[in-house]
């Protein structure tokens, strides 16, 4: 069976990529730019959304 290739979006710090060190393919620094805080309330805005979505989905037993 093939490997599936997994693609993740994250924020970490500096400390928590020096401990991930060589298990990332690749990894792209973004410093504080005018559109980073769009870009987290975007993230909380769709983090809330989901959890609230979750909570009305019925128990499976």
């Keep these: 069976m093939g490997r599936g ?3 993740a979006v994250v924020l970490v710090t500096q400390q928590e990529l020096d ?8 990894v792209f620094r973004v410093d504080e730019v005018p559109c980073m805080n769009d870009l987290l309330v ?3 805005d769709a983090d809330r959304e ?3 979505t979750v909570q009305q989905m019925p128990r499976q037993r």
Excluded: H
Aim: charged residues 35%; glycine residues 6%; without cysteine.
């Design 19 to 26: 401990a991930l060190g060589a298990s990332l393919d690749r």
């Design 50 to 52: 989901y959890r609230r």
């Design 5 to 7: 290739r997994i693609v």
């Design 42 to 44: 975007a993230i909380d």
